[in-house]
């Protein structure tokens, strides 16, 4: 009796144990939102550096026309400047080479501005009331505003600041400067410029 006992129990214990089927995992809509939606913004991404590492930057031909509003409450219209040579010059508050620059391109002002030399400033995504301090800060006299929506910057291609170009008195691209500029460099083109007919 003790043996048949112990056998059915034995026999009991070897039989497998029933399995439980694991349900097959669903997604959350969420996730599967995120899975699609992330690639292609990736993908948007890559594309739109790609659009503004190869943006034309212009450093020949007619130079693109503007009309930019000035700090002092005026107009300056590039177009309105034919016959003149025209330094414009690309420029931020919050940039440091900008900055280093300022001394030079004051000095230009005071030594052309008499020569048929014109110069205007381009703020580039700045604030106001930072962009008159800087202003105030180097005693800038020259025509200076704002980039309103960057579209001046867009025209000229401008991929960092400061830059500066300078305009021949027909109106096109005699030089462009990518990073700060010096009043030695300047006046060898500004020369130049000057007694070109």
């Not at 144990?17 to 809509?29: D, G, L, N, V």
């Not at 939606?37 to 943006?55: M, Q, S």
């Not at 900055?99 to 381009?122: F, P, Q, T």
Request: net charge negative; hydrophobic share 45%.
């Amino acid at each position: 009796m003790t043996t048949t006992t112990t056998a059915n129990t034995n026999a009991a214990s070897a039989t497998p144990a029933q399995t439980i089927k694991p349900q097959p995992r669903r997604i959350k809509p969420l996730v599967m939102a995120l899975i699609m939606i992330v690639p292609v913004l990736i993908i948007l991404g890559l594309g739109w550096a790609l659009i503004e590492a190869n943006r034309r930057q212009i450093t020949s031909g007619p130079a693109p026309d503007f009309i930019v509003n000035t700090y002092g409450g005026g107009d300056f219209s590039l177009s309105a400047q034919k016959g003149n040579v025209v330094v414009i010059n690309f420029w931020a508050s919050w940039c440091g080479p900008c900055r280093s620059e300022a001394a030079d391109l004051n000095a230009i002002w005071d030594e052309y501005k008499d020569r048929g030399v014109v110069m205007v400033g381009v703020g580039y995504l700045d604030n106001e009331s930072n962009a008159i301090e800087f202003l105030k800060e180097f005693n800038i006299e020259y025509p200076t505003g704002h980039d309103a929506e960057s579209r001046i910057t867009g025209m000229y291609g401008v991929r960092q600041v400061p830059e500066t170009f300078v305009i021949d008195k027909a109106g096109n691209v005699a030089w462009m400067i990518p990073g700060p500029t010096t009043a030695a460099d300047l006046r060898t083109v500004l020369d130049r410029l000057l007694v070109a007919e």
